[in-house]
Structures are given as C-alpha cells and as structure tokens.
C-alpha cells in the first residue's frame, strides 16, 4: 500500500522546537515533491514548505522562513520539518503530502491557488500546538 506515515508533532511552549518526519511506504521519493502543509480550525489549508527530493531544493511560505527547514533522508526514504521558535499561530494539523513529477516551487503555487489539492499521497496528519 502506497503511503505517508508521520510522525513528531505535538505540544510545545512558544519558542520552543519540534521535529515533524514522513516516511514513505510503498513507494520511493526519487521523483517526487514531498511538501508539508498545515490547516488550523476555522481556516483555509495553507503551504509550509516544500522539497523537490531529487535536487534538494526547497521553499518556503514566507510565515515560516528562517524558523521551518525541510530536508530529506533518502536512505531512509523520509522528509524531516524542522520547526524553531514556534509561535502559537503555528498551531495546526500538519500533513505531509508528495506530488509525482513536479518540483518544490510548483507545488507551493499549486497549495496557494488550489488549497484542496488532492495530491497523490499523504500522511495522516499530525497535531502541532504551540502555547502562548
């Protein structure tokens, strides 16, 4: 079976850090986007960063540049959210999501102009609550 499995959310103070990770089961990363978006209550689903696995290049929604970093293990076939100084708008149900032969910056375009997206994979979602 084709999957997402996340794991790393959690609660944390304002400040503090959290490491979110993806694994891919089923399926290799080798050509695909794999990008992290986010959806508090009560608003749109929004992009956070986004990794193109075979190049490594990254981007990232300008809320989270300079605190998030996204990087990718291709041994163990995962892609880590690094998430410093939080902030308690980070507050929200994560997810991990991989698009088939697209890159990192087209997927983030994509999110913002099509916030329900169906991509092909994803996780199943990991909460994220950061207190003031």
């Known amino acids: 079976e084709v999957q997402l499995v996340e794991s790393g959310g959690g609660l944390v103070q304002a400040g503090g850090s959290l490491r979110l990770s993806c694994a891919a089961a089923g399926f290799t990363f080798d050509t695909y986007a794999v990008g992290w978006l986010r959806q508090a209550p009560g608003r749109e689903r929004e992009g956070v960063s986004f990794?193109?696995?075979?190049?490594?290049?990254?981007y990232y929604a300008d809320s989270v540049k300079g605190r998030f970093t996204i990087s990718s293990d291709d041994s163990k076939n995962t892609v880590f959210l690094q998430m410093n100084d939080l902030k308690p708008e980070d507050s929200a149900v994560y997810y991990c999501a991989a698009e088939r032969g697209v890159t990192a910056q087209a997927m983030y375009y994509i999110t913002r102009g099509s916030p329900r997206y169906k991509y092909d994979v994803w996780g199943q979602g990991s909460q994220v609550t950061v207190s003031s």
């Open positions: 990794i193109t696995t075979s190049d490594d290049k990254t």
